[in-house]
């Protein structure tokens, strides 16, 4: 009779495992140091985390960014309950990924990349959008709204999450190749938007 | 140790928090954060946060500090009190059933100007709770990373059944945390010889000026990951399923007892909370505070 021995397959391979390690580790040491661009309200900046999760996610998937928002919110003075509102942002842009990856033309793929970032974080602020306004009141959903996309820390926020990420796809294409697979990623896309955007939508 | 206390205020000392599982330490932090979302009640929130101030005590942590720890975001409170003092009977008002009761305008009426931002009683309770809110969010994170040690979380995971690969991930980071500072500290030290600084505020001015130091940051991360990934898999990392810890951890009786007092008080808390039954809700300490109010007055 012959025996056989089922290996346990890893959800992520050693190399996935060092990135999300590495860049984890860098996010929290920027937040951590407080490098971070000044402007977004009077004595609160603009995070640079989003650099370091785009990165993980695109060379190591989304479990990677995940991982690294979960790094990151233990350092951030909000803690843990934080995280899950960068995973929209992290699904959306892990669901279009491996096909903007696929794109021969360097040009449309750089442009693909931003088009989806721009996708990923509009999503990913409607979460925040509820946090401040239901949980801390600070603004409500329509003023988060209008002073975001109006007043421009849309853009500065675009160029934290996909500036840098894009450059290392253009130079090094080779280190965020996506050799990650997420089965029903576009579903998870699909419910974590709509979760965000409804929360939003909710306390307009 | 030092570059972890830096960043996660870890204090190794054996004190009665530090002694729990890290898994009844995580729970703690949730059923702090969660009852502050769950109630809006000055009065509530103020016992809520004693709560958390003696656990802090019970951690050796310092009062004067941790009270600074809440007053960090004070810009922030400010921000929670303008936006509540002018949008209250927009956002909130609604949810009472009675009129509330205003004391004054924030800015008067100065000849054809104003008045604007009618303050009213029920306005800066409801504000208070939510400062109290944010201050209990900040409390219980760094009461968190206080007492458990990157050591505890990882260990804790591993203990929830997070998959192996998730835990190693977050081991890699809080083990490259000393090196990584060491060389995002050399790379701003090298940067700031070759004379660069911001003398900007302009954030667009400045995204521009980090460049310098982000990008050689990411390149050398990128190489890091490549090596460790290369070290992992010349030692056989995912050969065998068994595994051995370095650190076991084990639910003591102590453990047992925290996690039913920790469940009970989150379920009585969610029981109480604007999701069930609401009665941890501003109103009753804006009722105490009218009430007493008129009793003076008449």
């Known amino acids: 009779m012959r025996s056989e021995t089922a290996i346990k397959q890893p959800i992520m ?96 793929r750089f442009v693909l990349f931003w088009v989806v970032s721009a996708l990923a974080l509009f999503i990913q602020y409607w979460g925040w959008w509820w946090l401040y306004a239901a949980v801390f009141k600070i603004m409500t959903v329509e003023a988060m709204f209008w002073y975001n996309m109006v007043g421009g820390p849309y853009i500065i926020y675009l160029l934290i999450w996909a500036l840098i990420p894009s450059i290392v796809l253009v130079t090094t294409p080779n280190f965020v190749k996506p050799r990650w697979r997420m089965p029903g990623i576009i579903w998870l896309a699909l419910i974590s938007s709509i979760i965000a955007i409804i929360l939003g939508l909710l306390w307009w | 140790m030092s570059v972890i206390s830096t960043f996660f205020g870890y204090k190794p000392l054996d004190t009665f928090m530090h002694r729990f599982d890290g898994r009844v330490k995580f729970l703690l932090y949730l059923a702090f954060v969660i009852s502050a ?170 995204a521009k000026a980090f460049a310098p130091i982000v990008v050689p940051i990411v390149t050398r991360s990128m190489t890091r990951a490549e090596f460790i990934a290369a070290a992992m898999v010349s030692r056989g990392f995912g050969a065998s399923s068994k595994r051995l810890s370095l650190k076991e951890i084990k639910f003591t009786k102590k453990d047992y007892i925290a996690t039913a007092i920790l469940l009970t008080f989150l379920g009585v808390s969610i029981l109480i909370g604007i999701w069930v039954l609401n009665i941890a809700n501003f109103r009753f300490t804006s009722f105490l505070i009218r009430s007493l109010l008129s009793q003076r007055l008449l």
């Open chain 2, 37 to 206: 979302v769950a109630w809006s009640d000055p009065i509530y929130l103020l016992c809520l946060l004693a709560v958390v101030l003696i656990c802090g005590k019970l951690a050796k942590d310092y009062f004067s500090s941790m009270i600074k720890t809440i007053l960090i975001p004070f810009p922030g409170y400010i921000m929670i009190l303008l936006f509540n003092i002018f949008a209250f009977d927009y956002t909130v008002k609604q949810t009472l059933s009675w009129t509330p009761l205003y004391i004054g305008w924030a800015i008067p009426k100065i000849g054809s100007f104003g008045p604007y931002g009618h303050v009213s009683i029920e306005g800066l309770t409801f504000t208070l709770g939510v400062c109290l809110r944010l201050g209990i969010f900040i409390l219980a994170s760094r009461l968190f990373l206080r007492v458990a040690s990157p050591s505890d979380i990882v260990a804790a995971l591993e203990k929830l059944k997070i998959p192996l690969s998730i835990t190693m991930a977050i081991s890699v980071a809080f083990g490259y945390l000393p090196e990584l500072a060491r060389q995002v500290s050399s790379i701003l030290e090298a940067q700031k010889v070759r004379g660069w600084n911001i003398k900007t505020k302009n954030p667009f001015k400045v």
């Open chain 1, 13 to 108: 391979s050693p190399r996935q495992i060092a990135i999300a390690g590495i860049f984890g580790a860098l996010a929290m040491i920027v937040t951590g140091m407080g490098l971070a661009l000044p402007g977004y309200l009077p004595l609160v900046n603009f995070e640079l985390q989003g650099t370091f999760i785009t990165i993980a996610t695109m060379a190591a998937g989304p479990i990677a960014g995940i991982i690294v928002s979960f790094l990151v919110s233990l350092v951030s003075a909000v803690g843990v309950i934080s995280c899950p509102f960068y995973w929209p942002h992290i699904f959306v842009l892990a669901a279009f990924y491996p096909k903007i990856y696929e794109v021969k033309n360097v040009a449309l």
